[in-house]
């Protein structure tokens, strides 16, 4: 059975499938059509497959080959490069063929081979240089089209019935018209290729929305992303880009919805399995939603990742340490920031974390020691930010000096916190209230 491959881009699949669907209608199942992204077994690549092997296999064995030109392919330059070794395989076969055959006719297969470039939407300026100079099918153009289906059924008329010949002849201009009718939409809706200059933009479009805080609008932007790069209809969308994947993430999880991040970063990590950043705030989602055993999965991975130097990262020790508390484990968590809090005695981060373990675990007094340590750290360093202001905010908490708390409660406000952060704060505070016995210091406390 001969052999049609068809070369496209992946975004371009659509119109693969269409054309395939093409040859069918006219010529039956006298053709065997491959490409890349068809469902079919025996039309795309087979589960388990090395695309590399599959698409050489391609190569060598079609009769024919129509590469797809558009726009997202014209960018890509394995598709020059398949059109150019599917040409020379089509050569050195018929070399092969006239050799083998010496003074016979040989087979119509073996000597007419043809690749055939097919032209939707583009311009004649812009057909790549390798293809400019061939005689191009107009995908659009129902009297090249037809010219495209009469070329292959002359290399295979012989081998076709007289009742599928009669086919053909009653379909063709009818079908023809179909395929044309059908193109011309595919035409002006061809999803965006995924290239750098695509993403950046929407990278862009993204940051647009997280600085203008428009969390609550992150579905309708990745509906908006999902339509522009084709993947609106995947039972299963295909990653575009870790760091398109990582922003959205983020963007959900400001907006509290933890089952969308850890989706969105579920997709990056497909992209940067070893990126410890998606890992971490995708184990954060996961502890959002209560799935700790999720998050302790991705945290022996990190911990494998980076191996001794784990606990050297405030974030990554602050994760653990979550863990741990997730699981009702509070001493496991006490002695953990405590051993991080004696190799980073200058990190003010961890050594607030573990004055609220301590806290947790009935030690006050070791925890107002480690708070005034802390304050003094941060008075010795001299930043006045939102994060060292609630930091102190806890530490007089700690210490019951509430005067000193509705003060710095004050400064808290100054800062004017976002609606997430001030939640993040008294989350803290909250934590604490019951084992201090002093809840009816939060009763009143507004910090926004």
């Known amino acids: 059975m001969p052999n049609i491959f068809i070369s496209h881009a992946h975004s371009d699949r659509d119109i693969a499938r269409r054309l395939s669907r093409l040859i069918t209608e006219l010529f039956g199942e006298q053709f065997k059509v ?92 812009e057909i ?44 063709l201009i009818g079908t023809i018209r179909g395929f044309v009718d059908d193109a011309r939409p595919m035409a002006d809706w061809l999803p965006l290729d995924i290239t750098e200059g695509t993403v950046q933009e929407w990278l862009r479009r993204v940051k647009e929305f997280q600085d203008q805080r428009r969390f609550s609008e992150t579905r309708v932007l990745e509906g908006w992303i999902d339509i522009a790069f084709g993947r609106e209809h995947e039972e299963e969308p295909r990653p575009i880009d870790f760091r398109l994947h990582g922003l959205l993430g983020d963007m959900y999880a400001a907006a509290n919805q933890p089952t969308d991040a850890a989706r969105q970063y579920e997709m990056a990590r497909r ?20 799935l700790v055993g999720d998050a302790e999965r991705i945290l022996n991975t990190m911990e494998r990742l980076a191996g001794g130097a784990f606990i050297h990262n405030p974030e990554d020790v602050a994760f653990k340490a979550r863990i741990h508390r997730e699981k009702g484990d509070g001493m496991a968590e006490k002695a953990f920031l405590e051993e991080a809090y004696r190799i980073h005695p200058q990190s003010t981060y961890i050594g607030d974390l573990f004055g609220q373990a301590l806290v947790a675990t009935g030690n006050r007094a070791q925890a107002v020691q480690v708070y005034q340590q802390v304050v003094a750290l941060m008075n010795a360093q001299g930043e ?13 908490f700690v210490q019951g000096d509430e005067a000193q708390f509705r003060k710095l409660a004050e400064d808290v406000r100054s800062h004017s916190p976002t609606a997430e952060q001030a939640k993040s704060i008294r ?11 002093q809840q009816e210091w939060l009763a009143s406390l507004a910090l926004v």
């Open 384 to 396: 006045k930010t939102l994060w060292t202001t609630a930091t102190e905010l806890t530490a007089a």
């Open 271 to 290: 992209l940067a399995r070893r990126d410890v950043f998606i890992l971490r705030r995708l184990g954060k989602a996961y502890l959002e939603q209560k």
């Open 427 to 437: 989350g803290g505070l909250e934590r604490l209230a019951k084992p201090l016995r």
């Open 128 to 171: 790549p240089g390798p293809f400019a100079r061939t005689q191009l099918v107009d995908a659009l153009n129902e009297e090249s089209m037809q010219q495209f289906a009469d070329s292959i059924f002359q290399i295979y008329s012989n081998s076709l019935t007289l009742d599928r010949q009669r086919q053909y002849h009653t379909k």
């Open 34 to 125: 491959n490409y890349s992204t068809s469902a079919k077994i025996d039309g795309g690549i087979p589960p388990g497959k090395d695309w590399f092997s599959w698409i050489n296999e391609q190569i060598e064995a079609p009769e024919i080959a129509v590469i797809l030109l558009t726009t997202n392919s014209i960018e890509k330059p394995w598709v020059i490069w398949e059109a150019g070794a599917v040409a020379g395989a089509v050569m050195a076969r018929r070399f092969q063929t006239a050799q083998n055959n010496a003074g016979e006719t040989g087979t119509a297969a073996s000597e007419d081979s043809r690749v055939f470039p097919l032209a939707l939407g583009l311009k004649t300026d």
